[in-house]
Protein backbone atom coordinates (compact mmCIF):
# COMPACT_ATOMS: atom_id res chain seq x y z
CA UNK A 1 0.00 0.00 0.00
CA UNK A 2 1.44 3.46 -0.96
CA UNK A 3 1.76 6.05 1.51
CA UNK A 4 -0.99 8.36 1.88
CA UNK A 5 1.09 11.62 2.09
CA UNK A 6 3.09 10.55 -1.04
CA UNK A 7 1.70 12.73 -3.63
CA UNK A 8 2.10 15.80 -1.83
CA UNK A 9 5.74 14.74 -0.52
CA UNK A 10 6.61 14.08 -4.33
CA UNK A 11 5.76 18.15 -4.92
CA UNK A 12 7.91 18.81 -2.23
CA UNK A 13 10.57 17.17 -3.05
CA UNK A 14 10.52 18.31 -6.72
CA UNK A 15 9.98 22.11 -5.67
CA UNK A 16 13.39 21.63 -3.64
CA UNK A 17 15.08 19.76 -5.97
CA UNK A 18 14.57 22.12 -9.02
CA UNK A 19 15.71 25.08 -6.25
CA UNK A 20 19.03 25.73 -7.24
CA UNK A 21 21.93 24.55 -4.62
CA UNK A 22 25.46 23.94 -3.97
CA UNK A 23 24.41 20.00 -5.47
CA UNK A 24 22.91 21.45 -8.61
CA UNK A 25 25.67 23.91 -9.17
CA UNK A 26 28.52 21.68 -8.38
CA UNK A 27 27.06 18.76 -10.70
CA UNK A 28 26.24 21.18 -13.72
CA UNK A 29 30.16 22.28 -13.36
CA UNK A 30 31.57 18.54 -13.50
CA UNK A 31 29.38 17.32 -16.22
CA UNK A 32 30.55 20.77 -18.47
CA UNK A 33 33.74 20.25 -17.39
CA UNK A 34 34.61 16.86 -17.44
CA UNK A 35 31.93 14.76 -19.69
CA UNK A 36 28.36 13.30 -19.46
CA UNK A 37 30.39 10.09 -18.03
CA UNK A 38 31.95 11.92 -14.85
CA UNK A 39 28.19 13.39 -14.37
CA UNK A 40 26.59 10.22 -14.20
CA UNK A 41 29.67 9.09 -11.72
CA UNK A 42 28.94 11.48 -9.40
CA UNK A 43 25.03 11.44 -9.90
CA UNK A 44 25.18 7.55 -8.80
CA UNK A 45 27.41 8.63 -5.58
CA UNK A 46 24.72 11.08 -4.94
CA UNK A 47 21.82 8.88 -5.23
CA UNK A 48 23.63 6.70 -2.58
CA UNK A 49 24.90 9.64 -0.10
CA UNK A 50 20.83 9.95 0.03
CA UNK A 51 20.26 7.28 0.51
CA UNK A 52 22.50 6.75 3.17
CA UNK A 53 21.52 9.98 5.08
CA UNK A 54 17.65 8.72 4.72
CA UNK A 55 18.56 5.41 6.03
CA UNK A 56 20.70 7.32 9.21
CA UNK A 57 17.62 9.10 10.08
CA UNK A 58 15.17 6.18 10.02
CA UNK A 59 18.16 4.80 12.45
CA UNK A 60 18.02 8.30 14.63
CA UNK A 61 21.42 9.51 13.54
CA UNK A 62 19.81 12.39 11.52
CA UNK A 63 17.89 13.61 14.83
CA UNK A 64 21.16 13.57 16.66
CA UNK A 65 22.91 15.89 13.99
CA UNK A 66 20.02 18.46 13.51
CA UNK A 67 19.30 17.77 17.65
CA UNK A 68 23.61 19.20 18.02
CA UNK A 69 24.55 22.39 17.52
CA UNK A 70 28.49 20.59 17.08
CA UNK A 71 27.96 18.54 14.88
CA UNK A 72 25.70 20.32 12.72
CA UNK A 73 28.38 22.52 12.53
CA UNK A 74 30.97 20.22 11.56
CA UNK A 75 29.32 18.91 9.23
CA UNK A 76 28.54 22.22 7.40
CA UNK A 77 32.27 22.97 7.41
CA UNK A 78 33.28 19.82 6.40
CA UNK A 79 31.17 19.87 3.26
CA UNK A 80 32.51 23.94 2.33
CA UNK A 81 36.56 22.35 3.19
CA UNK A 82 35.78 19.90 0.34
CA UNK A 83 34.24 21.46 -2.39
CA UNK A 84 37.33 24.35 -1.61
CA UNK A 85 39.54 21.79 -1.76
CA UNK A 86 38.08 20.33 -5.00
CA UNK A 87 38.53 24.19 -6.26
CA UNK A 88 41.89 24.08 -5.79
CA UNK A 89 42.43 20.86 -7.10
CA UNK A 90 40.86 22.13 -10.43
CA UNK A 91 43.02 25.41 -10.63
CA UNK A 92 46.10 23.08 -10.01
CA UNK A 93 45.96 20.25 -12.27
CA UNK A 94 45.53 20.90 -15.33
CA UNK A 95 44.16 17.10 -15.74
CA UNK A 96 40.75 17.24 -13.80
CA UNK A 97 39.16 18.79 -16.77
CA UNK A 98 41.11 17.17 -19.34
CA UNK A 99 38.71 14.73 -22.39
CA UNK A 100 41.40 12.18 -22.16
CA UNK A 101 41.41 12.06 -18.27
CA UNK A 102 38.09 10.93 -18.39
CA UNK A 103 38.74 7.32 -19.40
CA UNK A 104 41.43 6.47 -17.38
CA UNK A 105 42.87 6.48 -13.90
CA UNK A 106 39.48 5.13 -12.04
CA UNK A 107 38.09 8.82 -12.96
CA UNK A 108 34.56 7.46 -12.46
CA UNK A 109 35.22 6.38 -9.46
CA UNK A 110 36.80 9.21 -8.04
CA UNK A 111 33.61 11.52 -8.80
CA UNK A 112 31.25 8.65 -7.57
CA UNK A 113 33.08 8.76 -3.98
CA UNK A 114 33.15 12.57 -4.58
CA UNK A 115 29.15 12.70 -5.55
CA UNK A 116 29.32 10.36 -2.11
CA UNK A 117 31.29 12.70 0.06
CA UNK A 118 29.68 15.90 -0.42
CA UNK A 119 26.14 14.48 0.23
CA UNK A 120 27.32 12.79 3.58
CA UNK A 121 28.53 15.92 4.79
CA UNK A 122 25.73 17.99 3.47
CA UNK A 123 23.82 18.58 7.09
CA UNK A 124 20.79 19.97 5.19
CA UNK A 125 20.17 16.99 3.14
CA UNK A 126 20.00 15.18 7.07
CA UNK A 127 17.52 18.43 7.95
CA UNK A 128 14.99 17.67 5.41
CA UNK A 129 14.84 13.94 6.35
CA UNK A 130 14.42 15.03 10.26
CA UNK A 131 11.82 17.49 9.43
CA UNK A 132 10.02 17.66 6.23
CA UNK A 133 9.47 14.06 5.90
CA UNK A 134 8.09 12.97 9.22
CA UNK A 135 5.52 15.70 8.29
CA UNK A 136 3.99 13.71 5.41
CA UNK A 137 3.96 10.32 7.64
CA UNK A 138 0.19 9.31 9.01
CA UNK A 139 0.29 7.54 12.33
CA UNK A 140 -2.42 5.28 11.21
CA UNK A 141 -0.62 3.29 8.88
CA UNK A 142 3.21 1.62 9.29
CA UNK A 143 5.67 4.36 9.75
CA UNK A 144 8.37 2.03 8.89
CA UNK A 145 6.97 1.28 4.89
CA UNK A 146 5.97 4.92 4.16
CA UNK A 147 9.18 6.02 5.82
CA UNK A 148 10.95 3.64 3.19
CA UNK A 149 8.60 4.51 -0.02
CA UNK A 150 9.01 8.57 0.83
CA UNK A 151 12.72 8.12 0.86
CA UNK A 152 12.85 5.91 -1.97
CA UNK A 153 10.60 8.42 -4.10
CA UNK A 154 13.00 11.38 -3.07
CA UNK A 155 15.80 9.81 -4.11
CA UNK A 156 14.19 8.84 -6.88
CA UNK A 157 13.11 12.36 -7.94
CA UNK A 158 16.18 13.55 -6.76
CA UNK A 159 18.52 11.33 -9.43
CA UNK A 160 16.13 12.27 -12.19
CA UNK A 161 16.71 15.67 -11.86
CA UNK A 162 20.32 15.29 -11.46
CA UNK A 163 20.56 13.35 -14.83
CA UNK A 164 18.63 15.63 -16.36
CA UNK A 165 21.35 18.71 -15.50
CA UNK A 166 23.99 16.24 -16.51
CA UNK A 167 22.58 15.67 -19.70
CA UNK A 168 22.09 19.76 -19.97
CA UNK A 169 25.28 20.45 -18.71
CA UNK A 170 27.43 17.60 -20.90
CA UNK A 171 26.77 19.38 -24.01
CA UNK A 172 28.93 21.85 -23.04
CA UNK A 173 31.92 19.78 -22.73
CA UNK A 174 33.40 19.13 -25.90
CA UNK A 175 33.58 23.54 -26.90
CA UNK A 176 34.72 23.93 -23.38
CA UNK A 177 37.66 21.52 -22.78
CA UNK A 178 39.45 21.72 -26.19
CA UNK A 179 41.53 24.51 -27.71
CA UNK A 180 43.49 27.21 -26.83
CA UNK A 181 40.82 28.15 -24.12
CA UNK A 182 40.53 25.38 -22.43
CA UNK A 183 43.47 26.21 -19.33
CA UNK A 184 41.17 29.69 -19.05
CA UNK A 185 37.66 27.67 -19.11
CA UNK A 186 39.52 24.65 -16.13
CA UNK A 187 40.58 27.69 -13.85
CA UNK A 188 36.99 29.40 -13.91
CA UNK A 189 35.37 26.17 -13.28
CA UNK A 190 37.89 26.08 -10.04
CA UNK A 191 36.55 29.50 -9.36
CA UNK A 192 33.11 28.87 -9.65
CA UNK A 193 33.53 25.68 -7.37
CA UNK A 194 34.65 28.29 -4.63
CA UNK A 195 32.10 29.90 -5.12
CA UNK A 196 29.48 27.33 -4.43
CA UNK A 197 31.69 26.31 -1.55
CA UNK A 198 30.65 29.75 0.29
CA UNK A 199 27.07 28.97 -0.83
CA UNK A 200 27.16 25.58 0.45
CA UNK A 201 28.88 27.60 3.68
CA UNK A 202 26.04 30.48 3.68
CA UNK A 203 22.86 28.33 2.58
CA UNK A 204 24.04 25.89 5.39
CA UNK A 205 23.10 28.84 7.89
CA UNK A 206 19.32 29.19 6.69
Do not use: C
Request: hydrophobic share 60%.
Amino acid sequence: MLAPMLPSFLLVVLLVELTPGPNMGWLALLSAGEGRRAGFAATAGIALGLAIVAAASALGLAQLAHASPLIFELLRYAGAGFLFWLAWEAWVDEREVSPSAIHKNGTAAKHFRRGLVINLLNPKAAVFFVAVLPVHVVANGSVAMQTLQLSVAYVAVATLIHIAIVLLAGRAHGWLTTGPYARLVRRGFAVMLAAIALWFLVDSFR
